[in-house]
């Protein structure tokens, strides 16, 4: 079972920390993403909350449109246009570590650095990717391993 959304004053911080992230408009809701997907990410949540750091989705499913809006504030944002990402198909999400009843998103943040780690650790271990290893760093982002090509054929 998911756990229950944060309240909105929880995300203010990193909204306002992100604007190009347009955070404001992140879907939240873990019955759009792959059931079986969602289920691995709460597994990882759980081992994650173990090691004492909680965390929360910031982002799961996001539309065709809102990638292309990402796409369309820069490569720093993202580098997929609509389609192209696994958050179209419910096989990506956009975890960040809460403290004191945040979300912290800051690099700068070592504690957060920490948390980001620990999930590229267990995401490795559960047989997810994650995004913290690529070349363009996305700390928070976990996805279904493979091609996406392949994944959308089945
Ligand atoms: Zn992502």
Do not use: C
Not at 118 to 142: C, I, R
Request: hydrophobic share 40%; no cysteine; aromatic share 8%.
């Amino acid at each position: 079972m998911p756990p229950p959304p944060l309240p909105p004053e929880a995300f203010v911080d990193a909204i306002t920390q992100a604007p190009s992230l347009r955070l404001d408009k992140a879907d939240r809701d873990w019955s759009k993403l792959n059931p079986a997907f969602a289920q691995e990410v709460l597994r990882l949540v759980a081992k994650l909350k173990q090691r004492g750091f909680p965390m929360t989705l910031l982002e799961g499913y996001r539309s065709v449109e809102r990638q292309n809006l990402l796409a369309g504030k820069g490569s720093h944002v993202t580098q997929a246009k609509g389609g192209e990402s696994k958050h179209q198909y419910g096989l990506a999400v956009d975890l960040a570590p809460v403290r004191d009843g945040k979300v912290v998103i800051s690099e700068k943040d070592a504690w957060a650095m920490q948390a980001y780690q620990a999930l590229g650790e267990e995401a490795a271990a559960a047989g997810l990717t994650w995004g913290g290893k690529w070349s363009f760093k996305d700390y928070g982002h976990v996805e279904r391993a493979g091609s996406l090509r392949q994944l959308v054929k089945k």
